[in-house]
Nanobody, 123 residues
Framework: QVPLVESGGGLVQPGGSLRLSCVAS????????MGWFRQAPGKEREFVAA????????YYADSVKGRFTISRDNAKNTVDLQMSSLKPEDTAVYYC????????????????WGQGTQVTVSS
């Protein structure tokens, strides 16, 4: 197991910002592309963003492009997701995950997952 622990979720008003953080134990996360997914009640888990192991390439879902920014600090084994201009439809449990093989955009490409952190966007 590669424990991944997310933090930073909470309740925010529409238009507000939140910063999620994912900490990985050990040093394994720095060798892998890492991703963020989210899952709203009654919906499938969906891709949000991913970042290559050296941070040189990033990938975003169209729904968050221009509003969310993924970053990483390999020295600290962290992967962050800065979320701005939040909308009610961004409400979901957000998960950090380690990519293993295949597509960056589907959950099946990831082998280790955190427990998730709840983000609620509501006035």
């Amino acid at each position: 197991q590669v424990p991944l622990v997310e933090s930073g979720g909470g309740l925010v008003q529409p238009g507000g910002s939140l910063r999620l953080s994912c900490v990985a134990s050990g040093r394994t996360s720095s060798s892998y592309t890492m991703g963020w997914f989210r899952q709203a009640p009654g919906k499938e888990r969906e891709f949000v963003a991913a970042i290559a192991q050296n941070g040189g390439r990033v990938y975003y879902a169209d729904s968050v492009k221009g509003r969310f920014t993924i970053s990483r600090d390999n020295a600290k084994n962290t992967v962050d997701l800065q979320m701005s201009s939040l909308k009610p439809e961004d409400t979901a449990v957000y998960y950090c995950a380690r990519w293993r093989r295949g597509s960056y955009y589907t959950p099946s490409g990831y082998d280790y997952w955190g427990q998730g952190t709840q983000v609620t966007v509501s006035s």
